[in-house]
C-alpha cells in the first residue's frame, strides 16, 4: 500500500533529526525543497513517495516502515529510551526513522531475536494475548526439574501468583543434579515468563536467549548487538502474507 500524501512537517520530524518547531523554522530559512522548489512553509502536503524533498541539499529518502532483527545482548532494555542502560533502538544505528520500537521485550539480562520496527499494526499482531505466537527460548538453569518435567509443562504451570499459564513445550536437553539446558516453547508473554515457570519448579534460570517469534528465527550470523534488516519473505512471512 503506497502513501499517498502527509504534511511535510510530519514528514522531516519522521525522517529527519529536526521538532516541528525546527522544521518549520527551517523551511523560513529556505533550507527544504520540494521538487527543485524552495519550501517556506511546513503545513502543506506532499507526496512522500514521488516528491523529492531535501534539507540544506540533501535528499531525504522516505521509507514508510522497517523492520530489523536485533540479537539483543545482555545490559540492553527493550525500550526506546532509558536514563540508565543502552536501549535496544539504539543499537539500531542505521535506522532511517525515528518512530522504532522494539516488537515486545526481553529481560535486561535475556539475550537473543528482538523485532524493531514502527509497524505498530504487524507488533500488535505479533504479540496480541489472544494470537498465541510461538516464542521459542534456549535456557540453562539451575536446579533439578521433576522427571514429569516435559508433562508439566505442556499441563500448565501454575505460577506463584496462582495463574496457570497455557500449555508450553519444554525439551530437556541436557540435565544432571545441578542443573542443566532446555528449549522452551511458550505461546503468552507474561511477564517474566520463562524464570517464572523454571522458578515454580523450583529451578532458577541463569541464561536466557529467545531463538525465534513466529516464523521469524534469529539469523545465527548475528553475534550479541549485531543486527539486520529483514528479508521481503521473513516481512512476508511475519505477516502471514506468505
Ligand atoms: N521470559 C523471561 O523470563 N524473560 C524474558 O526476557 C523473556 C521471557
Not at 147 to 167: V, W, Y
Request: glycine share 8%; net charge positive; charged share 30%.
Amino acid at each position: 500500500m503506497t502513501e499517498k500524501t502527509k504534511r511535510l512537517d510530519k514528514f522531516l520530524t519522521e525522517m529527519t533529526d529536526l521538532t516541528r518547531t525546527q522544521a518549520k523554522e527551517a523551511a523560513r530559512k529556505g533550507r527544504i525543497t520540494v521538487n527543485g522548489t524552495v519550501v517556506r512553509k511546513t503545513d502543506g502536503k506532499i507526496s512522500p513517495e514521488t516528491d523529492t524533498v531535501t534539507l540544506d541539499g540533501r535528499e531525504i529518502r522516505y521509507t514508510r516502515f522497517e523492520y530489523y532483527m536485533l540479537n539483543k545482548p545482555q545490559g540492553v532494555v527493550s525500550a526506546t529510551e532509558d536514563g540508565r542502560y543502552p536501549t535496544a533502538v539504539e543499537l539500531i544505528t542505521g535506522r532511517q526513522r525515528k518512530d522504532l520500537f522494539p516488537a515486545g521485550r526481553l529481560d535486561l539480562d535475556t539475550e537473543g531475536l528482538l523485532l524493531i520496527t514502527n509497524d505498530g499494526d504487524l507488533a500488535h499482531r505479533l504479540l496480541s494475548p489472544k494470537k498465541h505466537v510461538d516464542k521459542v527460548y534456549y535456557l540453562h538453569f539451575q536446579g533439578m526439574l521433576p522427571s514429569d518435567a516435559e508433562q508439566t509443562f505442556q499441563d500448565g504451570i501454575i505460577l506463584e501468583d496462582g495463574t496457570k499459564t497455557r500449555p508450553a513445550d519444554l525439551t530437556i536437553l541436557s540435565s544432571d543434579k545441578n542443573g542443566g539446558k532446555a528449549r522452551l516453547t511458550i505461546r503468552e508473554g507474561k511477564y517474566h515468563q520463562v524464570k517464572r515457570m523454571l522458578e515454580a519448579c523450583g529451578c532458577r534460570v541463569t541464561y536466557l536467549k529467545r531463538l525465534s517469534m513466529g516464523s521469524l528465527s534469529l539469523d545465527e550470523q548475528l553475534k550479541p548487538g549485531e543486527y539486520r534488516p529483514l528479508t521481503e519473505l521473513e516481512i512476508k512471512q511475519l505477516k502471514g502474507e506468505s
